[in-house]
């Protein structure tokens, strides 16, 4: 379960989970600014990244955070959701052509 200081109702693990299975094709992640990286979240007025971690400071471009780089799990999760929309695709490419 999540810790006291979790922005997150659910596990970090069970998160990452919907976040993969669920994110609708098409959609984009909006930037955040995290202590010293600059993370993924779901959207605009979300406390909670990719990876689980509080941030604030959202916005549509990305920020310049100190340290200057992405969040090596919110960039995984992402990478995640991307070969999972690409395989849906996939898949429905080929469902709907032996029809």
């Given amino acids: 379960m999540p810790g ?3 922005p997150l109702n659910v596990s970090r693990r069970e998160f990452r989970r919907i976040l993969i ?16 990286l600059q993370h993924y979240t779901p959207g605009l007025f979300t406390v909670g990244a990719f990876c689980g971690a509080r941030v ?18 919110c ?10 929309i ?3 695709t996939k898949s429905q490419e080929t469902s709907g052509g032996q029809d």
């Avoid at 299975?21 to 959609?27: F, I, L, Q, R, V």
């Avoid at 604030?56 to 090596?72: D, L």
């Avoid at 960039?75 to 999972?84: A, C, G, Q, Y």
């Fill in 21 to 36: 299975n669920e994110w609708p094709a098409g959609d984009r992640p909006w930037y955040a600014r995290g202590r010293l």
């Fill in 56 to 73: 604030g400071g959202n916005s549509s471009a990305p920020i310049r955070t100190p340290i200057g780089i992405h969040c090596p799990a």
């Fill in 86 to 88: 690409a395989a849906d």
């Fill in 4 to 6: 006291p200081n979790s």
């Fill in 75 to 84: 960039t995984s999760i992402l990478k995640s959701i991307v070969k999972r």
